[in-house]
């Protein structure tokens, strides 16, 4: 596994259905590495922090390999990594062979997975239809929530290394599938 993209986001103000909403869910690839603290990324807006950042969601991972399946269902949308709200795009992050309590060194930081994200409507206002989150629920796409047991710097190009394999412990989409 191996970082492909690192995205930061911005605080963003919308009008949607008549409400005014603020989230961080639209980031996008920057072109220098990021800095994973112990409760979120350094200069990435968290808005909602009683569902996103925090020592268990420090920051959020999501597999490049998931775009196409992605893209294919959405051809009419402006790609970029990013688009899910992670902060970062790893290949090959498969969330059917990822256990809860993994460990990985990545670059300088030493992380720890925790669990998988749950899809709210700020994911669909980010599509630009609700049904994403159906689609997405129906799936094991989830992505992986990281806590961060060592901060330090991430870029593109890291190699995502197993450093102790969680024993006993349920894979993200078994646990993602018991949320359902």
């Known amino acids: 596994m191996k970082v492909i993209s690192v995205s930061l986001g911005e605080r963003k103000v919308l009008n949607y259905k008549g409400k005014i909403v603020e989230t961080g869910v639209f980031k996008f690839p920057v072109n220098q590495p990021i800095f994973l603290g112990?409760?979120?990324v350094k200069?990435?807006?968290?808005?909602?922090?009683k569902h996103h950042g925090g020592i268990?969601?420090?920051v959020?991972?999501?597999?490049?390999?998931h775009y196409a399946y992605w893209k294919a269902l959405y051809p009419n949308l402006d790609w970029n990594y990013g688009m899910f709200g992670e902060n970062l795009t790893i290949s090959n992050l498969e969330e059917t062979e990822i256990f809860i309590g993994n460990t990985y060194k990545l670059g300088e930081v030493l992380?720890?997975?925790?669990?998988?994200?749950e899809p709210c409507y700020k994911l669909g206002?980010?599509?630009?239809?609700?049904k994403i989150l159906k689609q997405y629920w129906n799936s094991t796409k989830c992505g992986v929530y990281f806590k961060v047991l060592q901060t330090g710097n991430v870029a593109v190009g890291d190699e995502m290394i197993l450093v102790n394999k969680a024993e006993n412990s349920p894979t993200i989409a078994e646990v993602y599938e018991m949320k359902k």
């Open 60 to 65: 959020y991972g999501y597999s490049q390999n």
């Open 125 to 130: 206002i980010r599509f630009g239809t609700q």
């Open 111 to 117: 992380l720890e997975v925790t669990k998988p994200r």
């Open 56 to 58: 268990e969601k420090a």
């Open 38 to 40: 112990t409760e979120d």
């Open 43 to 49: 200069n990435d807006a968290v808005i909602d922090r």
